[in-house]
């Protein structure tokens, strides 16, 4: 088994800042690719930023230039950083990590229990 805990979300005015933190424990051999996607209501979920082995990232298009996502190798932790933040990055952002289970290598695809972002005065 593999566990994401998800924290740091919360109420800021636009043009604030939050951190959001995911730390994966478990049966965790290696990970590949460590994401954040967020889920606005009545929207599908979307990817809003990933960052694969060493250090390759991506971002959404809306995110761009305003998030930074990283990671902590040996705490198996990733982080979120938002910026400027803007009513409609309001969602519920999960965190999901692919990789492989120590002793068996098969592949593992986690997902956290999401945590609200809300962006308003």
């Known amino acids: 088994q593999v566990q994401l805990v998800e924290s740091g979300g919360g109420l800021v005015q636009p043009g604030g800042s939050l951190r959001l933190s995911c730390a994966a424990s478990?049966?965790?051999?290696?990970?590949?690719?460590m994401a954040w996607y967020h889920q606005a209501p009545g929207k599908q979920r979307e990817l809003v930023a990933s960052i694969v082995s060493g250090s390759s990232t991506n971002y959404a298009e809306s995110v761009r230039g305003r998030f930074t996502i990283s990671r902590d190798i040996a705490k198996n932790t990733v982080y979120l950083q938002m910026n400027s933040l803007k009513p409609e990055d309001t969602a519920v952002y999960y965190c999901n990590v692919k990789g492989r289970r120590i002793g068996t290598w098969t592949w593992f695809d986690a997902w956290g229990q999401g945590t609200q972002v809300t962006v308003s005065l």
């Open positions: 478990g049966s965790i051999g290696s990970i590949n690719t």
